[in-house]
């Protein structure tokens, strides 16, 4: 990501939950799973939308323990981008997003806020409801170790 001082403005257009995909357990299960080690894990990637006039921040955390699935949801924000063109560049199929960093962190915390919301409402009528939650994080903190990552 390149960085950009022009001002940059855009929307929430979108705000959805892709998958959700939960296992089968009962309370003296999940219990014993909570007691014991369990993975999870967070996915991330921004990809342009299929109508190339927007971007999709798209959040998948996965929760398991050993080979067994607790859960998985995958939640999509979209950003309808005023000015599309100035930001966005496609070459060779390759999306090249040139958003201040700023914008970039402002969205991505839109998108884990969203995230969170919507893990939470699927997580609701199952017995995991109280089992798992996000943790609050610092997006500024996520667009520099992103930035390290690309470098």
Not at 30 to 43: G, P, R
Not at 85 to 112: C, F, K, R, W
Request: with cysteine; aromatic share 10%; charged share 25%.
């Amino acid at each position: 990501m390149k960085k950009n001082n022009k001002e940059a403005r855009f929307t929430v257009s979108t705000v959805r939950t892709v998958s959700f995909d939960v296992s089968n357990i009962g309370t003296t299960a999940w219990t014993e799973k909570i007691e014991e080690d369990f993975k999870s894990n967070l996915d991330f990637n921004i990809r342009l939308s299929d109508n190339k006039e927007s971007i999709r921040f798209q959040i998948k955390v996965k929760v398991t323990h050993g080979d067994f699935l607790i859960f998985s949801h995958l939640s999509e924000t979209h950003f309808a981008i005023f000015n599309f063109d100035q930001y966005i560049t496609v070459v060779d199929h390759e999306s090249i997003i040139n958003l201040p960093d700023h914008i970039l962190a402002t969205m991505y915390g839109l998108s884990y806020t969203h995230a969170r919301a919507l893990l939470c409402s699927s997580l609701a009528p199952t017995m995991l409801r109280d089992g798992f939650m996000l943790p609050i994080i610092n997006p500024n903190v996520f667009i520099q170790n992103m930035k390290k990552e690309s470098e």
